[in-house]
Nanobody, 126 residues
Framework: VQLQASGGGLVRAGDSLRLSCLAS???????????MGWFRQAPGKDREFVAAIPATGAYTSVGAPVKGRFTISRDNAKNTVYLQMDNLQTEDTGVYFCAVSRTRYVQTAPKYYDFWGKGTLVTVSS
């Protein structure tokens, strides 16, 4: 499965970014059957759960540090999952990874994700 994350960049605190993650159709034909997630990793820190969405998109889960600021969504017709990030803070700086879950449901632990994209860098300056 090939996942291509995009949309990262350098922004100032308080700004917004929208990340996209495209799952290649020719390598992943069952996008609509899989839960999807976003994780991030800051320099010197462990990978951290950001948000997840089940195959149906009927509900979502977001991590406590980003609750109220980040929103995950998906478009199964486009094999794409999104992460809308509002009111970005310096502590949101890191590499953001999208991942495909081995289940249809929301999972917050990395161990439940089988495929990972290469990540996109988000840098938030003060």
């Amino acid at each position: 499965v090939q996942l291509q994350a995009s949309g990262g960049g350098l922004v100032r605190a308080g700004d917004s970014l929208r990340l996209s993650c495209l799952a290649s159709e020719h390598t992943f034909s069952n996008f609509s059957d899989a839960g999807m997630g976003w994780f991030r990793q800051a320099p010197g820190k462990d990978r951290e759960f950001v948000a997840a969405i089940p195959a149906t998109g009927a509900y979502t889960s977001v991590g406590a540090p980003v609750k109220g600021r980040f929103t995950i969504s998906r478009d199964n017709a486009k094999n794409t999952v999104y992460l809308q990030m509002d009111n970005l803070q310096t502590e949101d700086t890191g590499v953001y990874f999208c991942a495909v879950s081995r289940t249809r449901y929301v999972q917050t632990a990395p161990k439940y994700y089988d495929f990972w994209g290469k990540g996109t860098l988000v840098t938030v300056s003060s």
